[in-house]
Structures are given as structure tokens and as C-alpha cells.
């Protein structure tokens, strides 16, 4: 059995093209689930939260309404992050050739099925436990 | 071979003499720029444009191409700042344009293509190829890669199949220079040719032959294949809900405390002094579980024995598997610090008798 929220992460990446990495974390920064490669989860995870909560604050105070992604883009590609409910966040790592225009329609959807995942999940089931059900199953 | 539902409306338009924006809706979808009938430019995420080719290759130095962009890019003289800098020689910058266009339209073509609505709106691209280049060429030419490719003995799908290196691929054989060393190095089970021709700023086209080829030799494999692009029926939040009922109900004793530990929040806490290097706790790099790694990933897997890793009392927090090799274990947590706001706040206890500093 694959894990719903690491399974919801890649049907995000399958469905978008240019997506390299996903992660969930908390507003905290710590990681919850990490689909990526070569970028280190827990620094992903804590630079995401420090950029969503200055991003948020940043639309509040320019009053441009509510925020809808955090987006870094840079000359290789895209970090976007989205706002998980208010505890948690979602990071999307894609390169130059991001379908931007798919990624907002999709993940506003992934978005609210993880919220809906996050809100009844077991506490004590972590990511690597569910990663060791899934390597095990 | 006959032209798709694109090739005729592009032959359309090329008889016609009609400029604007052609936007093809599908997979991978994308946007034409057209001049009296001739195409200039394709944007799609299929393949990667001028752009990301002279970057990523490092063909153009960013440095250099910020300065072209900055002094040319607002009134569309791109190609030829770029010449004028000496970034570029102009039959380079033309054949390069030529070459990215027929492997943008071979993304589209290959692809599905829903729809194409014509807008007659300026196009805007930042390098369009000068003077335009006929539809009906790169409309063959897309179409002779198409049958290249399909008549592969292994074939690869471009946009769909992950390709990961094998075990011991890398041989004398294999050196640096002929291409092969790179695409090894980029072969982590994540990534189709479309995603390595985007990081080594290639055509989609020749990286998908060199990764047929590379298949054939016994150097990759295909590790996965993207799902279709449409969203799957479920699990909508509704379902997700359920879903995570049922991962409650196989839960075991994370399911028995049911009532308020179940509508407690799941997510991980930071806590305070546990930030920073070696500090005790609740870091968890899922990342490098196996369940973050793609069926044919060549990432290492941790080979820490599960006996040897602590556990963490915090639900949701530190995985036991992801604590570095050194790094404190909850028990033996080193005293908290005492903050600076509570050394400064007039009566604190460590104001009022600092040699009384306790855990």
C-alpha cells in the first residue's frame, strides 16, 4: 500500500509537466513527506515555510488579497509553495519548461485533498514508518 | 504520413498568410507564433526553448545574457543584442532557432492535441527564428522523427518513461565527452528524456535516441512511466477522507486511541532548541526512505539497522531512521537554553540568580 499523501504528491508530478520535486511540511518547516531527488527535504521544508509566512505577510500589506502561491523563479526553474489548510505547506520544484498555467489549476485540487488527508490522519504514523510500509508492501 | 489535426491547421494558416498566436490545447499543449504563415516561435512545455537551450548547455553565460536581456529584450532585439555582444555568431543563433523549432513541434506533434484556437494577437517571443520557417518542412520533419522513433526496437515514449542508470553502467567505455557520462548521472529513475534534455538544455529528440540507445546497450532502464495526464477520479477530499479512515482502521494502535488523539493535528512541532545542527529531534528526511524513491531510483538507501535507531516520543516528529549518525538521542538532550528574552525580562528566574540555571 502506497502512502495517500506521497501517492496525491506524484499524481501531482505526473500530471503537471515540469515538476522535478514535491514536499509537505509543516508551517513549522519540518518535513511531513518529501517526493525529490536531489534537494535535501528538511532544508526545502524549512526554507519553504520561512518564504510562505513572508509571502503572506507580504500580500497583507500590500493588500492585494489572499495569497495564493509563494513563487520562486529563478533562470533554471520554479519553487512554488502553497498553503496546506493552516498547518501545513506544499512545495512544488519544477524546471523552466513548468506548464504554470496547469500548475495552478492542479494543485489547488492536490492542495484540498491533502488538507482532507492531513485532517483525519492517524498522529503517530510518521513519514518513514509509512515509507517502510510501502517499501515492505 | 498524413498531417494531425495541428499539421492542418498550421498548412492552413501557412497558405493563408495568417500571423498571430496559434494556442494548442493537450498534452503537452503549447503556443505558435506566426507570421504571414510562416512559424517564428514555439513555446511548450514538451521541449525546452532558445532560452533554456543556450543557458542550460552554457552555450551564453548567464551573466552575458542578463546584460543582452536588460539592454534588448524590452523592444524585442534579443537575437541580434546577443550577436552584437559576440555571445553568439548569427548563422549559430539562426541554426539554433531552426533546430529548437522543429524539436518543439515534434513535442507537440507527438503529444495529443485537444485543440487550437487561432488569436490574433502580436506575438511576443523573445528569439523568433528570421526570416519564418515553412510549416510544411518542420511538419515533415516532425513527422520523419516520429516514424524514427516508433521504429526503435526498444521504443521510448519521450514525455512518459523514467528512465535509471544501471548498476556498473559507468565503464571505461563510458567516458566524459561523448554525452553518455551526463545523461548516467541525470538517470535517477525520475526523469524522461523530455526532463534531461531540460537540465542539459538539448533537443528532446536526440536525448530520446541517445536514451533508446543507452537502453539497448544495457546502460539504462526504464524505471517508470508518468500516469496518463488527466486527474484521476479520486481521491477527492471526500474520498481522501475515507481513504484515511481506512489507513486509521489498519492502523493499529494508532487507530485504537481514536476520540481526540484522531482529531489532534498530525503535523510535526518544532521545538524550541531543537533547531539547528545535531540538535535533538524532529528532522526527518522522508526524502531518503524508500518510499520517497521511484521503483528503479539509484539513490542510496539508508543502511542504518532499525535496532540501532531511537525513537521519538513527539507523534508526528523525528523519524527513527533519519537521525545522522552522532546526533543526540532524546534522552540524552542537552539542558534548553535560556533564552534571551528570559535572561532580559527583570525578575526572571535567571536574572534574579544565574548560578540557579536548571534544565
Redesign the interface.
Known amino acids: 500500500?502506497?502512502?495517500?499523501l506521497?501517492a496525491?504528491m506524484r499524481?501531482l508530478r505526473?500530471?503537471v509537466?515540469?515538476i522535478?520535486d514535491t514536499?509537505l511540511a509543516?508551517?513549522?518547516?519540518?518535513?511531513?513527506?518529501?517526493?525529490?531527488?536531489?534537494?535535501?527535504?528538511?532544508t526545502l521544508a524549512a526554507l519553504a515555510a520561512a518564504s510562505l509566512g513572508l509571502a503572506q505577510r507580504m500580500a497583507v500589506e500590500v493588500g492585494k488579497g489572499t495569497l495564493r502561491a509563494a513563487v520562486t523563479r529563478s533562470?533554471?526553474g520554479y519553487v512554488a509553495v502553497y498553503a496546506v489548510g493552516s498547518?501545513?505547506l506544499l512545495v512544488v520544484v519544477a524546471?523552466?519548461?513548468?506548464?504554470s498555467v496547469?500548475l495552478d489549476r492542479?494543485a489547488r485540487?492536490t492542495v484540498?485533498?491533502l488538507?482532507?488527508?492531513?485532517?483525519?490522519?492517524?498522529?503517530?504514523?510518521?513519514?518513514?514508518?509509512?515509507?517502510?510500509?510501502?517499501?515492505a508492501g | 504520413m498524413p498531417p494531425g489535426p495541428l499539421g492542418q491547421v498550421l498548412l492552413d494558416c501557412a497558405a493563408k498568410g495568417t500571423s498571430g498566436l496559434l494556442r494548442v490545447t493537450g498534452e503537452p499543449g503549447g503556443v505558435i507564433d506566426l507570421a504571414d504563415g510562416g512559424i517564428t516561435a514555439i513555446s511548450t512545455p514538451g521541449a525546452p526553448d532558445p532560452e533554456a537551450i543556450l543557458l542550460r548547455s552554457g552555450r551564453v553565460q548567464e551573466a552575458g545574457w542578463s546584460a543582452a536581456f536588460a539592454a534588448a529584450a524590452s523592444d524585442g532585439r534579443m537575437g541580434s543584442e546577443l550577436v552584437r555582444r559576440e555571445l553568439i555568431g548569427a548563422g549559430e543563433l539562426e541554426a539554433l532557432l531552426r533546430l529548437a523549432l522543429a524539436d518543439a513541434l515534434f513535442a507537440l506533434a507527438a503529444g495529443q492535441v485537444d485543440d487550437c484556437q487561432l488569436e490574433q494577437s502580436a506575438a511576443d517571443s523573445l528569439l523568433p527564428l528570421q526570416p519564418a520557417a515553412e510549416p510544411g518542412w518542420l511538419l515533415a520533419e516532425a513527422a520523419r522523427r516520429i516514424q524514427v522513433l516508433a521504429a526503435l526496437p526498444n521504443p521510448i515514449a519521450h514525455d512518459r518513461d523514467r528512465v535509471a542508470s544501471v548498476q556498473g553502467a559507468w565503464t571505461p567505455r563510458v567516458g566524459p565527452g561523448d554525452g553518455r557520462a551526463e545523461i548516467l548521472a541525470l538517470a535517477n529513475g525520475r526523469r524522461s528524456a523530455r526532463d534531461i534534455a531540460f537540465v542539459l538544455g538539448r533537443g528532446v529528440y536526440a536525448v530520446t535516441l541517445q536514451l533508446a540507445r543507452m537502453c539497448d546497450g544495457g546502460l539504462l532502464v526504464i524505471g517508470s512511466s508518468r500516469a496518463a495526464a488527466a486527474r484521476p477520479p479520486g481521491p477527492d477530499p471526500a474520498s481522501a477522507r475515507a481513504s484515511a479512515d481506512d489507513a486509521a482502521s489498519r492502523g493499529g494502535d494508532d487507530a485504537s486511541r481514536g476520540g481526540d488523539d484522531a482529531a489532534r493535528p498530525p503535523l510535526p512541532r518544532r521545538r524550541r532548541g531543537s533547531t539547528g545542527q545535531g540538535q535533538g529531534g524532529s528532522r526527518s528526511p522522508a526524502a531518503r526512505s524508500p518510499a520517497a524513491t521511484e521503483p528503479g531510483s539509484t539513490q542510496p538507501r539508508s543502511t542504518q539497522p532499525r535496532s540501532a535507531q531511537p525513537r521519538s516520543a513527539q507523534p508526528g516528529s523525528a523519524q527513527p531512521g533519519s537521525r545522522q549518525p552522532g546526533s543526540r538521542q532524546p534522552a540524552q538532550r542537552q539542558p534548553e537554553k535560556i533564552s534571551v528574552l528570559r535572561i532580559l525580562r527583570p525578575g526572571s528566574a535567571a536574572n534574579r540568580d544565574p548560578g540557579k540555571q536548571t534544565p
Do not use: F, N
Not at chain 1, 509543516?26 to 528538511?42: N, Q, V
Not at chain 1, 524546471?95 to 506548464?99: M, N, P, S
Not at chain 1, 488538507?115 to 517499501?135: C, M, N
Open positions: 500500500m502506497e502512502d495517500a506521497l496525491e499524481a505526473d500530471r509537466i515540469g522535478t514536499a509543516s508551517r513549522d518547516g519540518l518535513i511531513i513527506r518529501a517526493d525529490t531527488a536531489d534537494i535535501h527535504p528538511d533562470s533554471g498547518g501545513a524546471d523552466v519548461g513548468l506548464d496547469r492542479e485540487a484540498e485533498s488538507e482532507a488527508l492531513l485532517a483525519r490522519k492517524p498522529s503517530g504514523r510518521t513519514g518513514t514508518q509509512a515509507g517502510r510500509q510501502a517499501a
